[in-house]
């Protein structure tokens, strides 16, 4: 059974950068594809990244194009999402996921994820 485990959220200020990490487990972490989700108060979850299972390539929501990027590390099970020139509308509590093996990487729905981690919170003041 696939298991996720985020770490590295917390409070920053505007312009910071944090990254956070994600440990997977309970499966053969290089055949899938994985992604990462935000959920601000109030508001749908978001899709924010995802990185392929294949070439490790990525793809990134508009939103944080330019400032945010994702990658993996399959020696250690772990894929990341670096965040770079943080803003208040980034807080959120960020979710990382797995999808199916061999799948689409290139997928921005909740429903391609089957694994999910229990979330770490992300808070940008102003």
């Known amino acids: 059974q696939v298991r996720l485990v985020e770490s590295g959220g917390g409070l920053v200020q505007t312009g910071d950068s944090l990254r956070l990490s994600c440990v997977v487990t309970?499966?053969?972490?290089?055949?899938?594809?994985m992604g990462w989700f935000r959920q601000a108060p109030g508001k749908e979850r978001d899709f924010v990244g995802s990185v392929s299972w294949s070439d490790g390539t990525a793809l990134i929501a508009d939103s944080v194009s330019g400032r945010f990027t994702i990658t993996r590390d399959n020696a250690k099970n772990t894929f990341y999402l670096q965040m770079n020139s943080m803003k208040p509308e980034d807080t959120a509590i960020y979710y990382c996921?797995?999808?199916?093996?061999?799948?689409?990487?290139?997928?921005?729905?909740?429903?391609?994820?089957?694994?999910w981690g229990q979330g770490t919170q992300v808070t940008v003041s102003s």
């Open positions: 309970g499966i053969t972490f290089s055949d899938y594809p």
């Open positions: 996921a797995s999808g199916r093996r061999y799948g689409n990487s290139r997928s921005s729905e909740r429903a391609d994820y089957v694994g």
